[in-house]
């Protein structure tokens, strides 16, 4: 089955730096590639997304990358700032009739002051 | 609009007790889903519904049920509920008008089964 890989676990990085979550998917027929990000006990919220037909997307400090031919896809966030500190998850679509996720384990990032 | 809805918010459950997390979306989405999240592990399907009247297993459907009452309305049974699944569950939702893939997640139940 589907399986998305993510790395790292856990990643420090201080105020203003730059921090990268790097995915990678087994289902070559995946198309869509969301990221989540979920603070401390609530819901998880879709901060970007991209479609195999493209291979970057910007939304301001938030980037994402994919490499269709390696399977994997990245989450840039640039000027970090301490309320980017959250859980990161990516997923792929699996090809299914109701479009399911697969979610990566997430990735706890910290904005250092 | 409210978006997606979960209740209860959390419960405390003893070993082999039963009981049904409810879940309603008023954004006219076809396709549900529930999640659990267990820590380091991300989130994994238990069950999904692609549009009112079916409903398919996911990941980890062992020791649940589902029942998709109406197109607003997907909840998630225990029947007699073990330690190990003391989770957080989130139920969410997808339009699957235009070509829309973004699932919408409630705010989840946490539950600890004793």
């Known amino acids: 089955g589907e399986n998305v890989e993510q790395h790292p676990s856990t990643l420090s990085v201080q105020e203003g730096d730059s921090a990268v979550i790097k995915c990678t998917y087994s289902?070559?027929?995946?198309?869509?590639f969301p990221w989540y990000k979920q603070e401390l006990g609530k819901r998880p919220q879709l901060i970007i997304d991209?479609?195999?037909?493209?291979g970057e997307k910007k939304d301001q400090r938030i980037a994402v990358t994919l490499n269709k031919t390696a399977k994997h896809f990245s989450l840039h966030i640039t000027e970090t700032q301490p309320e980017d500190s959250a859980v990161y998850f990516c997923?792929?679509?699996?090809?299914?009739?109701?479009?399911?996720?697969?979610f990566g384990s997430g990735t706890q990032l910290t904005v250092l002051p | 609009n409210a978006g997606v809805t979960q209740t209860p918010k959390f419960q405390v459950l003893k070993t082999g007790q039963s009981m049904t997390l409810q879940c309603a979306q008023d954004m006219n989405h076809n396709s549900m889903y529930w999640y659990r999240q267990d820590p380091g592990m991300g989130l994994r399907l238990i069950y999904y519904s692609a549009s009112e009247g079916t409903t398919d297993k996911g990941e980890v459907p062992n020791g649940y049920n589902v029942s998709r009452l109406n197109k607003r309305e997907f909840s998630l049974r225990l029947e007699s509920a073990a330690p190990s699944q003391t989770s957080v569950y989130f139920c969410?939702?997808?339009?699957?008008?235009?070509?829309?893939?973004?699932?919408?997640f409630g705010p989840g139940t946490r539950l600890t089964v004793l």
């Open positions: 997923a792929a679509i699996l090809s299914g009739s109701a479009r399911q996720l697969t």
């Open positions: 289902d070559s027929a995946s198309n869509y």
């Open positions: 969410a939702s997808r339009a699957t008008t235009g070509g829309a893939d973004t699932q919408y």
């Open positions: 991209i479609r195999s037909n493209v």
